[in-house]
């Protein structure tokens, strides 16, 4: 909240314009949602509950996982739609490799996957199933279609993508906001309940 009041602070200050009737706020304490009154000139701002910022979703519930699938199933479709059996094989798994498997891995450096890693891995092999032409009845491995492919396993790409950022955040100077940020403890307790 304060850093929306600083931003049109500065806006007046250097003579811009800012409406708003287009701010909007999200106010938290914890991982829960709170309820605030902020008014600028005599507008109240609205509250949201979720938000979308840099394709990231902000949400009390979590869902940036969810949306990062339907990402990377919309974008199989089209595939799917738009070369459909005029490219081979080889092709669509690099298109596929260079838009889908980069929208789904996109802000994926602090998911945690131990629940959810089933949903990632079907999406991958609902994919792959589709290029062999094999069915699920077929009752083929999933490993097998992975072999056949020459595809990794997304969990595992995942986890080494994670891996390489916290990396990249480790050698960062100690100035740097991500590595101040891996490397904060808070200090006291915190209250029972």
């Known amino acids: ?13 250097y003579k811009m314009t800012k409406s708003s009737t287009k701010i909007k706020s999200m106010a938290m304490c914890g991982n829960y949602i709170q309820r605030v009154k902020i008014v600028i000139n005599n ?3 609205e509250q949201v509950t979720d938000f979308k910022y840099l394709r990231y979703r902000i ?3 979590k869902c ?3 949306d990062k699938l339907q990402t990377y199933n919309k974008i199989n479709g089209a595939i799917w739609r738009h070369f459909g059996k005029q490219m081979n094989k080889e092709t669509k798994l690099r298109i596929h490799n260079i838009t889908a498997k980069a929208a789904l891995k996109f802000g994926s450096e602090a998911w945690v996957l131990k629940k959810r890693d089933e949903h990632v891995k079907a999406a991958q092999m609902k994919f792959l199933r589709h290029l062999l032409g094999i069915t699920k ?9 992975r072999e056949k492919t020459g ?6 790409e995942i986890k080494e993508y994670q891996k390489k950022w916290l990396q990249h955040v480790q050698r960062m100077d100690t100035n740097r906001l ?4 891996l490397k904060y403890r808070p200090e006291g307790r915190r209250n029972f309940g």
């Open 151 to 156: 595809a990794q396993h997304i969990v595992k």
């Open 64 to 66: 940036d996982l969810e």
């Open 178 to 181: 991500p590595i101040q940020a």
């Open 137 to 145: 009845l077929g009752k083929e491995k999933d490993q097998c279609i």
């Open 43 to 45: 507008n109240i701002i």
């Open 59 to 61: 949400s009390e519930y």
């Open 1 to 13: 909240m304060i850093n929306c009041c600083s931003k049109i602070y500065l806006a007046r200050k």
